[in-house]
Nanobody, 126 residues
C-alpha cells in the first residue's frame, strides 16, 4: 500500500520562509517523480513543483520560480519543498504526490500523479 505523509505546514507572515517535507512508502521511491500541489480556499488543486525520479530535473509553476525549491532524498524516501518570500497567494493546503508511472520525467499534469498525501496547511498572514 502506498502512503504519503506531509509535514511542515503552519502560519507564517508574508516574506517568511517555510519548509515542507513528504515521506512516501510502499513503492521504490527512487523510481517515481514527485510533486507538490496547492489548493487554495474555494479553488481547484494547482501544480506547484515537481522533481524527476533521478533528481535531475525540477519543474515549477511560474509564480514560484526563484522562491521555491523542490528537492528529494531517495535514501530517506522524502521529497522537500523549501518556500521562501512567501506571499498571501501561496496560502492553502499543500499536497505531496507521486506519479503513477515509474521513470516518467514529465511534463506534469494532475492526472499523472496517482498517489496523494492528506495535505498540510500553509497560512500566510500578517
Amino acid at each position: 500500500q502506498v502512503k504519503l505523509q506531509e509535514f511542515g505546514g503552519g502560519l507564517v507572515q508574508p516574506g517568511d520562509s517555510l519548509n515542507l517535507s513528504c515521506t512516501a512508502i510502499g513503492r521504490t521511491f527512487g523510481n517515481y517523480d514527485m510533486g507538490w500541489f496547492r489548493q487554495g480556499s474555494g479553488s481547484a488543486r494547482d501544480f506547484v513543483a515537481a522533481i524527476s525520479h533521478a533528481d535531475d530535473r525540477q519543474t515549477y509553476k511560474n509564480s514560484v520560480k526563484g522562491r521555491f525549491i523542490i528537492s528529494r532524498d531517495n535514501a530517506k524516501n522524502t521529497v522537500y519543498l523549501q518556500m521562501h518570500n512567501l506571499e498571501p497567494e501561496d496560502a492553502g493546503t499543500y499536497y505531496c504526490a507521486q506519479t503513477t508511472r515509474p521513470f516518467y520525467r514529465g511534463p506534469y499534469a494532475e492526472y499523472d500523479f496517482g498517489y496523494w498525501g492528506q495535505g498540510t496547511q500553509v497560512i500566510v498572514s500578517s
